[in-house]
């Protein structure tokens, strides 16, 4: 899961009404040499929450950990990259 | 035939003889059109005799006493099953007076009578009497058993009403049962496995089990016996025995009197097998999992003039055929308890490889829940990268649609699957999500950005998305509330002006006379369902009934029967054909080399792997798309516009746009 992914993402659980953003808890990063594309910067930065983008700024990708719902506490766990968002039952 | 007629030198034809013509001419008429015979109005040395059949309880020898009085005889052939016979005389002339005094004649068979009709034939067709062989895996061993094993096996079952607790007797409709072992149960056409009567066989039958054991017949020990006495005229319906109740191999032993036993593929054709008394009947592979077998209750069989007592398939000669009366047979079958599925090359007409009863289709929402979990969801979980290495060409027109969107646009791919449209525009920041882990795995492990979700509730910030799309996932809904709760999870994360592309599954697979992809293609790999193409028997298109009765098993068509059902099931859908119905399974065979990677799960859906070619079948839920149906679900959503409404490629699509903020709890912009 990517920076850009994490500013979209916010908790569903039921009865959350500040679920956003989520709090990154990673025990696996990684950090990606990108070539910098300024047009997409440019065009991604409006379209970006930048508050949780600085928040998320000190991780890069994260590969093994979880994100937390900031108001319920649910966490949603992340293995091999992938973030497991699926609530259960009555969540 | 007029000729014919005149040749009989009556201009003025008395009431009888008219009656008579007239009989012979339908009889003629019937041959044509039934059987494909034509006759022919000059004399010929060749005759059919209507009603002069052995499937009319003609006895081939007393035709053939009749058939001498008009002349030399040279060959007579008396196919089994049909009410005619083909005679040929050594000469035109024989064959004239056949016709002129033969027409008309009654002839006395047993309890009946049946009036003989001649007509002439060019020729009389060899083709008739094909011989066919054994099904495979099927052989009749002879005297199996001496006489006096014979006497004391019979003797062994004791038909008296039933005081012992060992074993359970039961008179059915058409013949008497008892069973040892384990009860076989005609209610549910298994046995209780945990259920085992006491007692075990009759230690009579040890000596034969054994002989059969040591001349590899067996490779265990049955430890089940059915005995069921037929009378004459009884008989038992065409049945396959239950897969997933017995193993492979079973014995029957055929004692005191011998039948006709017939066979029948699903693809028609059909082989009628003597069972000689004291014969043992040895069915496995093919000729147990897939063939039928059930003898036709009557007085009478044919069976072969050389009555040595021979076994085998009795088509092969049609001059050799006659009549035999049938007397009281008592068979014992042998079977082995099954403990695990049932993993055989057919599954088409196995009952461990397709769901046990389909589910009806949901209402309430906690069975829709329910439904999706096994018949989607966990599918999709299990055929995950056989279902991604089918999943590699993008459908062009959502590939336009995509390309079309400005770069830096921000694009959800809800019900992303291996994400085969996540790196269509590299300009677009697209994210992914499914409800597969799995398939979402393969998406990470391509680069893309992607997260396991459910599309009724994407955490993704409300009005964050330039673009969405849903494409084949709404159909995997089961009720109109939850397909439109999709659609409207989708509009959420649209920002106004933003568009979303949804393509379902149409229920009309043909449109505008064109025939989908998906009907079309039966070989390449390239539409929608492709990988679902069926190499098996199951591709021909069967009624769902059709398919029922075939794996109905011992007395289910007679005794029980599948019409006793009230709630309407969902439909078992047959691939590469029209739906008949919009709430439907779909089979997707798995190939099991494609899926090394598959876990141990296991579910109610899925069948056992296979270590033949043929890997178990899952079934996936839909529900198919009417026209309109999509276009007016996506109306009644609020602050949208449809902009477009398309069918492509036996699906149903539309382009809709964000016209309206919608303030959700979500809702941060």
């Known amino acids: 899961m990517k920076l850009l992914t994490h500013n979209m993402l916010t908790s569903h659980v039921k009865g959350v009404t500040k679920g956003y953003p989520l709090i990154i808890k990673a025990t696996e990063v990684k950090v990606s040499e990108l070539e910098f594309n300024a047009q997409f910067v440019s065009r991604m930065i409006p379209k970006l929450e930048w508050s949780a983008l600085i928040q998320a700024a000190e991780w890069v990708e994260v590969i093994e950990g979880c994100l937390q719902c900031p108001e319920s506490g649910r966490e949603f766990p992340i293995s091999k990259g992938v973030p497991n968002m699926l609530l259960n039952d009555g969540e | 035939m007029e000729r014919s007629m005149d040749s009989t030198g009556a201009v003025r034809r008395t009431k009888e003889e008219k009656k008579l013509l007239r009989r012979q001419i339908k009889a003629s008429h019937t041959l044509l059109k039934h059987e494909g015979i034509s006759t022919v109005s000059h004399p010929t040395k060749h005759l059919v005799v209507s009603n002069g059949g052995l499937g009319n309880g003609v006895s081939r020898e007393a035709l053939l006493e009749v058939l001498k009085e008009a002349g030399t005889v040279e060959s007579l052939l008396t196919p089994p099953g049909k009410p005619y016979a083909f005679v040929t005389y050594s000469s035109t002339e024989a064959g004239q007076n056949a016709y002129t005094l033969l027409n008309g004649r009654a002839l006395q068979c047993h309890d009946q009578s049946v009036t003989l009709y001649f007509s002439y034939v060019e020729k009389v067709d060899s083709d008739r009497s094909a011989s066919c062989a054994l099904p495979p895996g099927l052989s009749v061993l002879e005297d199996f058993v001496s006489p006096e094993e014979e006497l004391q096996l019979l003797q062994t079952v004791d038909w008296m009403p039933d005081t012992d607790d060992v074993t359970v007797q039961k008179a059915l409709k058409h013949r008497r049962v008892k069973h040892y072992g384990y009860e076989f149960r005609y209610d549910n056409n298994n046995v209780d496995k945990d259920k ?49 109740a017995f193993e492979d191999t079973i014995l029957s032993l055929s004692l005191g ?15 009628a097998v003597v069972l000689p008394e004291r014969s043992l009947l040895v069915m496995k592979g093919e000729s147990r999992y897939l063939w039928t077998h059930g003898i036709t209750p009557r007085k009478f069989d044919v069976v072969p003039v050389s009555e040595a007592g021979g076994s085998g398939v009795m088509t092969s000669d049609l001059s050799n055929l006659t009549l035999s ?57 299990e055929i995950s990268s056989h279902f991604s290495s089918t999943r590699h060409s993008p459908w062009p027109q959502v590939r336009d649609f995509l390309l079309s969107l400005p770069p830096g646009s921000i694009l959800a791919d809800v019900g992303c699957g291996n994400g085969k449209y996540l790196g269509i525009n590299p300009e677009v920041m697209s994210v992914g999500c499914d409800r597969s882990a799995n398939l979402v795995q393969i998406c990470i492990e391509r680069g893309y950005e992607a997260f396991v979700s459910d599309a009724l509730s994407v955490p993704l910030r ?5 673009a969405c799309i849903s494409i084949a996932v709404i159909h995997h809904f089961s009720t109109q509330e939850r397909r439109q709760a ?65 794996l109905s098993s011992d007395v289910k068509c007679t005794e ?19 739906f008949v119905s919009q709430d439907l399974l779909v ?49 009644g959503v609020t602050g949208v516009k449809v902009l477009r409404s398309y069918h492509d490629q036996g699906n149903w699509c539309v382009e809709l746009e964000k016209t309206l903020s919608n303030s959700l709890k979500n809702d941060i912009a």
């Not at chain 2, 049938?326 to 993993?343: E, Y």
């Not at chain 2, 409300?462 to 330039?466: A, F, I, P, T």
């Not at chain 2, 379902?504 to 790999?525: H, I, P």
Request: proline letters at 7%; aromatic letters at 6%; one cysteine or more.
């Open chain 2, 196 to 244: 085992p009567l006491p007692g075990g066989l009759p230690a009579e039958c040890d000596a034969l089990l054994q002989r059969c054991l040591a001349d590899g017949h067996i490779s265990v020990l049955p430890d089940q016996l059915t005995v069921n006495q037929y009378q004459s005229g009884q008989g038992i319906p065409p049945h396959v025995d239950t897969h997933s």
């Open chain 2, 257 to 271: 009197a011998k039948t006709v036993m017939d066979f029948k593929h699903p693809d028609g054709r059909s082989v």
């Open chain 2, 325 to 381: 009366r049938r007397g009281t047979r008592t068979s014992l079958t042998f079977r082995k308890i099954r403990h695990t599925p049932c993993n055989c090359a057919y599954p088409s007409v196995c009952d461990s490889q397709r769901p046990p009863s389909p589910p009806s289709v949901p209402v309430a929402e906690g069975d829709a829940c329910r439904l999706e979990a096994q018949y989607v969801h966990q599918v999709y979980e």
């Open chain 2, 462 to 466: 409300s009005g964050g998305c330039d």
């Open chain 2, 486 to 550: 999709a659609i409207r999870e989708l509009v959420r994360l649209l920002k106004v002006g933003g568009r979303a592309l949804i393509y379902v599954w149409a229920m009309e697979q043909e449109y505008n006379n064109k025939k989908s992809k998906y009907l079309k293609e039966r070989t390449t790999e390239t539409s929608m369902e492709s990988s679902e193409e069926l190499k098996t028997e199951e591709n021909k298109s069967k009624p769902q009934e059709e398919q029922d009765r075939k």
């Open chain 2, 560 to 578: 029980d029967g599948f019409g006793s059902m009230t709630q309407p099931r969902i439909h078992i859908h047959t691939n590469r054909t029209a």
């Open chain 2, 587 to 635: 089979p997707w065979h798995l190939k099991s080399n494609a899926d090394k990677n598959k876990g141990a799960a296991s579910g109610s859906t899925k069948g056992p792997m296979d270590n033949t070619s043929q890997g178990p079948v899952f079934h996936r839920y839909y529900h198919v798309f009417q026209q309109g149906e999509l276009e007016d679900m996506c109306c």
